[in-house]
């Protein structure tokens, strides 16, 4: 077991405190860089900062997907990177956004209270990854693809214990004891494509068809699925819909949006590494083995929208299926805000 209070106090501060730093450069650096911009230019602003939450305490649980952080920031400039030669082209694209993403993710078992392996469960395990991603807007064909590639770490330097420990003495709640068994450090690279077709759509309604796939060393599966959407929106296929509000060419679509959307989809699972350890390090005190993971995973995503000009609101609640032999079901919620400049 670590040394709890020496970590946290030490290690743990230290890293937010240059996350933090990292974030504030990196937010300066996009802010600095922007150019004035003309009426007649892009239909849509194409600079934006998100930043999401997700937990499983807001359904009074505390295990499986335990606590996620997300950071995206869409920028031109990030156009110009040499990972931007790397994505899949889309030829036929409109309008295109470059983004990067920064995402920890913590995963611990159900039963947390033992310092031993918890044998017939699921791993401690935490990743931490930057992605480099270009969402493409097609309107001839009513298509959005997002291609992101991803590189980053798995165990213990990605920091799960360290966040959970602080998160848990914040609100005054017991730390989980097993982290000392958590998956083995090994290294992340993966890829993702992702496409959305729109296949019916209304004044107040949109049907959207959805394929993910994903390949590398974290995740190997795929989804299929479909999403509904209801309410008072700008279509899908329009961009990420936030219109700055001097422009001219934004007449007809909507500043003010307000909709509810419904998302269920199954996943065919090859690999799952937060649940099996890494591609290359091999010694994990426990992982799960092939055999003992459910090879179609069903998820519902249901996500309630309030977007007025250049800011975002967004709630999420997510369902899961069982993902290994054993296992149960969970949920957990995602609070969002978004901002464009």
Not at 30 to 51: G, I, R
Not at 68 to 97: E, M, Q
Not at 258 to 266: C, F, G, L, Q, T
């Amino acid at each position: 077991m670590f040394k709890q209070k020496e970590y946290v106090k030490s290690h743990f501060q230290w890293g937010i405190m240059f996350f933090f730093l990292l974030l504030f450069i990196l937010t300066t650096t996009l802010l600095s860089a922007q150019k004035k911009e003309s009426y007649d230019s892009v239909l849509v602003s194409d600079c934006y900062v998100e930043f999401k939450f997700q937990n499983d305490f807001f359904f009074k649980t505390d295990y499986y997907y335990s606590n996620g952080l997300v950071f995206n920031f869409i920028f031109p400039d990030f156009k110009k990177s040499p990972i931007s030669r790397v994505l899949i082209p889309v030829r036929t694209a409109r309008l295109n956004y470059y983004g990067i993403s920064i995402e920890q993710a913590l995963f611990t078992p159900v039963h947390t209270y033992s310092e031993n392996v918890s044998f017939n469960d699921r791993p401690y395990s935490s990743v931490l990854y930057v992605g480099h991603k270009r969402t493409s807007f097609i309107p001839e064909t009513r298509t959005k693809i997002v291609n992101e590639i991803i590189i980053g770490v798995i165990g213990r330097y990605s920091f799960g214990y360290d966040t959970q420990a602080y998160f848990h003495r914040a609100i005054n709640n017991d730390i989980p004891a097993g982290w000392s068994n958590q998956v083995a450090n090994d290294l992340i690279l993966n890829y993702e494509y992702d496409i959305e077709l729109e296949i019916f759509s209304n004044k107040f309604m949109e049907f959207i068809g959805k394929t993910v796939v994903r390949a590398g060393t974290l995740y190997d599966d795929a989804l299929v699925g479909m999403k509904l959407r209801l309410g008072y929106f700008n279509p899908n296929y329009t961009g990420f819909g936030q219109i700055k509000t001097n422009r001219k060419d934004g007449v007809g679509l909507k500043k003010f949006q307000i909709y509810a959307s419904i998302n269920p989809s199954a996943k065919m699972v090859v690999y799952n590494g937060t649940l099996q350890g890494g591609l290359f390090n091999k010694n994990s005190p426990f992982i799960l083995v092939h055999d003992e993971m459910k090879p179609v995973v069903l998820q519902l995503k249901s996500c309630f929208v309030l977007q007025y000009s250049s800011f975002q609101l967004q709630l999420e609640s997510t369902m899961l299926s069982p993902e290994f032999i054993g296992g149960r079901s969970h949920k957990w919620a995602s609070v969002g805000l978004q901002f464009n400049f």
